[in-house]
């Protein structure tokens, strides 16, 4: 059973090494070397509304939009 808990250890470190914490947010680093913040879901209702209403909203263009 302590073999399971070591191979589950090691997984994690392993997923773990695409992410960092900078100034209290998660990013994830992707293959293009780009970092990419991940946005917690009480968040994401906020942005998906913005995008549609907001400012930058009604999806006129993708680029302003993004």
Do not use: S, W
Request: with cysteine; charged share 25%.
């Amino acid at each position: 059973m302590q073999g399971y808990y070591i191979q589950q250890k090691k997984e994690l470190v392993i997923h773990t090494t695409d992410f960092t914490l900078i100034a209290g947010h998660l990013y994830k680093i992707g293959n293009d070397e780009i970092l990419r913040r991940y946005v917690p879901e009480f968040e994401r209702r906020q942005i998906l509304a913005e995008a549609h209403v907001g400012v930058a909203g009604r999806h006129y263009v993708g680029c302003p939009t993004a």
